[in-house]
């Protein structure tokens, strides 16, 4: 017998909290595991494949024991693990349907903090490899709401050291359960290797004319596959990786590839002794690239870029171009390069698996978001190490830095300037209410055509709306998903309230501006005038009672 409880929604990256809620709470654990599984209808899980893995974080072995022993008593055939219960979330998606498994459960809390103060977090992916739709996690939700008892196998115990094949008698079961421990990186390294042209990236890294690169996997789960991968197949020498080893508290770290958290990386840049840097976050879809003297790539110039050099990258000289799509609170630097190529663009609210659909339907090949996730139609979710495959393969190809490729792509196209705002752990009472307050007032008629002054700038209001997304391929409508002003210029700002976090809420303000001429001034000098306007519209500071953002990114 269980008891319900009633904070047990799963957000757009699954079920987040701080550990001490897992840990303290009878059961906690369990009622969501539970959920899940019984989620799945009980002819599709008798008997069936679900692959297991997560980040490493603190708590991680823990949460596998329970849910060997669950799956175990909930009709699950075969569970695949990764080595020491570890796996990357692009590996995950790999193998899931490399094994054509039912679906994988994804222990992770992405780029958020571990250790036992830190957070830990839950993801349910589904037979294509990617995150669990709405209409799922909705009913994952319900049934944790009511929940009054879990089946489980309280006595079985698995190795996760130990590689290989292990199977158990249940009674009441005719066919033993098995569970398989598989090499963490071999299915997908194999994947990558179809995908790029190894023999080229290793001439690039180390051969005769090599670059000199930097990777940081931050203590997460990628250091193996930087490892595998990058050292040992394509010959960086291993002093160019470090943090590789996986640590359950990520070395006390917070394992967020930006320009504030992974500072040691930006650091030791900026001398430029190194070529090419790039840090991920613990579960691997997240990345950061860097170019010679700490050059700042952003995540919403990176994927506009790769579609503007797809080419390079032998998969799609295969598969062809079916499409490009990014987040609406991504920069609009990806609808040039599809404007240019007259190649279908897709904006969707932020979350993988509207990607996912379009892919699924043969509508979409390379996509991303702003928040440092990039990623092809190889896998259903973002992936970091591939994106810095993709940009090392654009290097190898163009014979050109980071920097000289950007500011060729900008002499192109113009230059999206960008940037996000977080103001994170603000009183969830007062930022709903400001969000509410802000569409009132940006919903009312008079409000298009209203023009702000900031200085000699001048920005008149041609649209504002609460973004809502028709899917192209099942026609489901997804509402609220952010307050859009966007300005006769193209110039954009954006309001969300985040999903991701384990307590709190995290107001986000995008802003994006479009500029073909002015196209090497600096960022936030150039973005300044909104950023004085969206915090004038939305009285963010007064109504949080903050004085500025947690990380500007």
Known sequence: MTTPYPDQRPSTSGLRKKVFVFQSKRNYLHNFIQSIFSSIDLRDRQGSTVVVGGDGRFFNRTAIEVIVQMAAANGVGRLIIGHHGIMSTPAISCVIRKYKAIGGIILTASHNPGGPDGDFGIKFNTANGGPAKEDLTNNIFQISRTIEEFTICPGLTVDLTTLGRQTFDLENKFKPFTVEIVDTVESYANLLRNIFDFAALKELLSGENHIKIKLDAMHGVVGPYVRRILCEELGCPANSAINCIPMEDFGGQHPDPNLTYAADLV??????????????????????????????????????????????????????????????????????????????????????????????????????????????????EKDGLWAVLAWLSILANRKQSVEDILNDHWLKYGRNYFTRYDYENVDIDAACEMMEDLEIMIADKSFVKQRFAVEDKIYQVEKADNFEYTDPVDSTISRNQGLRIIFTDGSRIIYRLSGTGSDGATVRIYIDSYEKEHIFEDTQVMLAPLATIALKISQLHHRTGRSGPSVIT
Request: some cysteine.
């Open 267 to 380: 650091d030791s840049m900026r001398d430029g002794q190194y070529d090419f840097g790039a840090a991920f976050d613990a579960d691997g879809d997240r990345y950061m690239i860097l170019g010679k003297h700490s050059f700042f790539l952003t995540p919403s110039d990176s994927v506009a870029v790769i579609a503007d050099n797809i080419f390079c990258i032998p998969y799609f000289q295969h598969t062809g171009v079916r499409g490009f799509a990014r987040s609406m609170p991504t920069s609009a630097a990806l609808d040039r390069v599809a404007k240019a190529t007259k190649i279908e663009l897709y904006e969707t609210p932020a979350g993988w698996k509207f990607f996912g659909n379009l892919m699924d339907a043969g509508r979409l090949s390379l996509c991303g978001e702003e928040s440092s996730g990039t990623g092809g139609d190889h896998i259903r």
